[in-house]
């Protein structure tokens, strides 16, 4: 096992709205980016680009342990914001990795 995500929040207690919880987010998530490699600057830098450029959202990435590659938590206060975060640095992930862009899904 590289990494270990733990993070369990129930629908109750994120509806409370609790100060330093989740506050007026109501919507969340988490990118995992799997790629070993010897430098993940590259990589974090532009997950960070993609996600300081989607509104509405409260989001950070940092490098997963054993360099298996980078994670971000993103925050939204709804689901259209979380969607537009999520798919941006998706999108960007495989571009920078040499694959087309995705295309674009109807609902």
Request: hydrophobic content about 45%; glycine content about 8%.
């Amino acid at each position: 096992m590289l990494a270990r995500d733990r993070f369990r929040i129930t629908g109750e207690k994120l509806a409370r709205s609790i100060p330093g919880m989740s506050g007026p987010w109501l919507a969340q998530a988490t990118v995992a980016v799997i790629q070993p490699q010897t430098s993940m600057e590259p990589l974090l830098d532009l997950i960070r680009r993609e996600l300081d450029a989607v509104p509405d959202v409260y989001a950070g990435a940092s490098r997963l342990p054993n360099d298996a590659g980078v994670g971000a938590r993103i925050m939204a206060g709804d689901g259209h914001a979380l969607r537009r975060a999520v798919l941006s640095v998706w999108s960007s992930v495989r571009v920078q990795a040499g694959m087309p862009l995705p295309a674009r899904r109807r609902k």
